[in-house]
């Protein structure tokens, strides 16, 4: 049985300011299947394996605080081939990357009565 | 990921700019059940800018109300308080003393060290006592603590009734009503 030859694609999501994202990345062959889904480091570059002699579509996912939200390329690859992309990605203008929240600490069995000192934490990631 | 956000309250308010997104919230608050906060997880969005919390104590503290402010004097029963901060406005229901003369406050904190202060002022006695109606505060230092409030029995009075149009002729029978 002859090998299939293989090639691959870097992909490298730049951020317009720095910064480091996590940029989620899918690819599909020209019969419309997922042949990879995944994350890019935390600097956004991936190396995604593919069985060259086809054409692929790579579509990448931004962050929410970026825009585009997703953009696609088309890239054909010749066997054993090597194919860099490139995705520039800048700060959503309309959504704001942060705004001046107000927080109201209070007693629960009390109600209103105010926590005198103390200190709240919000932690990403752990829900 | 980003940093975990540090708000730093005062007197119930703080206030942080927070990137929008879930979050876990967790608190340190000396005196209090820091486990117990409430919500527990918040998604902090645009377009909304003020977030509530609440936190739990356990201790218990007991108010002692008898006629001489010692824990073998008369009790009296029906002596009311109430929670406060430190302005003196109140929080919670009153609570009221029972035939043993103990009020009792639940959910109360404290601490070995820090405790925050809690304020509290009596709001009534049982009409025949008088009472202090100012504000007063104490730390806890154990979950449990009962601090003797005294209650004096009402002075006695000499009350005179007599005509009006004859100075100091005495009123043989009849009744005053105070109210």
């Given at each position: 049985?002859?090998?299939?030859?293989?090639?691959?694609?870097?992909?490298?999501?730049?951020?317009?300011?720095?910064?480091?994202?996590?940029?989620?990345v899918?690819?599909?062959?020209s019969?419309?299947?997922?042949?990879?889904?995944?994350?890019?480091?935390?600097?956004?570059?991936?190396?995604v394996?593919?069985?060259?002699?086809?054409?692929?579509?790579?579509?990448?996912?931004?962050?929410?605080?970026?825009?585009?939200?997703?953009?696609?390329?088309?890239?054909?690859?010749?066997?054993?081939?090597?194919?860099?992309?490139?995705?520039?990605f800048?700060?959503?203008?309309?959504?704001?990357?942060?705004?001046?929240?107000?927080?109201?600490?209070?007693?629960?069995?009390?109600v209103?009565?105010?926590?005198?000192?103390?200190?709240?934490?919000?932690?990403?990631?752990?829900? | 990921?980003?940093?975990?956000?540090?708000?730093?309250?005062?007197?119930?308010?703080?206030?942080?700019?927070?990137?929008?997104?879930?979050y876990?919230?967790?608190?340190?608050?000396?005196?209090?059940?820091?486990?117990?906060?409430?919500?527990?997880?918040?998604?902090?969005?645009a377009?909304?800018?003020?977030?509530?919390?609440?936190?739990?104590?356990?201790?218990?503290?007991?108010?002692?109300?008898?006629?001489?402010?010692?824990?073998?004097?008369?009790?009296?029963?029906?002596?009311?308080?109430?929670r406060?901060?430190?302005?003196?406005?109140?929080?919670?229901?009153?609570?009221?003393?029972?035939?043993?003369?103990?009020?009792?406050?639940?959910?109360?904190?404290?601490?070995?060290?820090?405790?925050?202060?809690?304020?509290?002022?009596?709001?009534?006695?049982?009409?025949?006592h008088?009472?202090?109606?100012?504000l007063?505060?104490?730390?806890?230092?154990?979950?449990?603590?009962t601090?003797?409030?005294?209650?004096?029995l009402?002075?006695?009075?000499?009350?005179?009734?007599?005509?009006?149009?004859?100075?100091?002729?005495?009123?043989?029978?009849?009744?005053?009503?105070?109210?």
């Amino acid at each position: 049985m002859e090998k299939e030859s293989q090639g691959k694609v870097i992909i490298q999501c730049l951020p317009n300011y720095g910064g480091l994202f996590h940029y989620a990345v899918f690819l599909f062959n020209s019969k419309d299947e997922a042949v990879y889904r995944g994350t890019t480091s935390d600097e956004g570059i991936v190396e995604v394996p593919v069985h060259a002699g086809d054409e692929y579509e790579v579509m990448v996912k931004a962050p929410e605080c970026m825009c585009p939200k997703a953009v696609s390329r088309w890239v054909e690859l010749a066997p054993r081939g090597t194919c860099g992309l490139n995705f520039l990605f800048s700060t959503d203008p309309f959504i704001p990357d942060s705004h001046n929240v107000s927080f109201y600490f209070t007693d629960r069995n009390y109600v209103g009565l105010p926590i005198s000192k103390g200190e709240l934490y919000l932690c990403q990631g752990l829900m | 990921m980003p940093r975990p956000y540090v708000i730093n309250i005062t007197n119930g308010t703080g206030s942080e700019r927070v990137l929008n997104g879930d979050y876990s919230v967790a608190t340190n608050v000396t005196g209090y059940d820091n486990t117990s906060v409430q919500p527990a997880t918040q998604t902090i969005a645009a377009g909304t800018d003020t977030y509530a919390f609440t936190v739990a104590a356990t201790g218990t503290l007991t108010l002692h109300v008898t006629e001489d402010g010692t824990a073998g004097g008369t009790p009296v029963v029906g002596a009311a308080f109430a929670r406060c901060d430190s302005g003196g406005t109140t929080y919670g229901p009153a609570v009221t003393s029972d035939a043993s003369g103990n009020a009792v406050f639940s959910y109360v904190p404290f601490a070995e060290t820090g405790a925050p202060l809690i304020y509290y002022k009596q709001t009534a006695s049982d009409g025949d006592h008088e009472f202090n109606p100012a504000l007063v505060n104490t730390t806890m230092t154990a979950s449990t603590q009962t601090i003797e409030v005294t209650n004096s029995l009402a002075a006695l009075r000499t009350i005179a009734l007599t005509d009006g149009n004859y100075a100091n002729l005495p009123i043989e029978t009849g009744t005053i009503t105070l109210s």
